[in-house]
């Protein structure tokens, strides 16, 4: 179990203690991304990883967050099932996570109960998936508008709301100043900006939920 409030690692032990199946849990526990990425890459195997998203970085290995851990969890262990529990309920964040690792799990903190968090742990124990509400909801609403917010869109909304200016883009992305115009006017069709700027997609991207 990862995660940077310790607090909550007890919680998650106490609930997943209650299982139906009778399991008895052999835990370790991680409260950054250096204790996690010493344990991913040692001997040891794991069953199941819970891993937070928000987690203090591993500069040294230029680990940032939780997915950049799910990414050597999947490398090292491929075996071993991955919950990305995260506090971030925006779209894009939510699809990146899936996207970059197809966790077995993904579940919004603020979404789910003790009995949700329980019947995530058994479904997956036993070979399935399981996806919170939020979750399920926020990539539902990409993928249905999935011809506007191609990967690259994605990267320009998050880069916007980073405070990244347009013009500095092309150092964070592989295209042509036109090549991201062209897909900020499609980010505009999709957010039915007809006149606008940066902050104008910002603002919408906010209230869609995307960043």
Partial sequence: MIDDHPSMIEGYKIILGYNNFG????????????????????????????????LPPFEE?????????????????PETKLVVLTSHSEALIIYEIINAVEPEGILVKS???????????EKIIHGGKFKSITAQQSLSELLSHREYLDEYCRKIITLLSQGIK???????????????????????????????????IIREAKKAGLV
């Fill in 61 to 77: 290995m230029k680990i940032k967050n939780g997915l950049d851990l799910a990414l050597v969890l999947r490398k090292e262990k």
């Fill in 111 to 121: 979404d789910f109960t003790g009995d949700e968090l329980i019947e995530a742990f």
């Fill in 23 to 54: 399991y008895e849990l052999e835990v370790k526990s991680a409260f950054n991304c250096e204790t996690a990425y010493e344990l991913i890459t040692g001997e040891e195997k794991f069953d199941v990883v819970l891993l937070d998203y928000s």
């Fill in 166 to 200: 347009t013009k500095n883009l092309p150092t964070y992305l592989n295209l042509s100043m036109s090549a991201i115009e062209k897909r900020k006017v499609q980010i505009k069709e999709y957010f039915s900006i007809e006149k606008g700027n940066d902050e104008d």
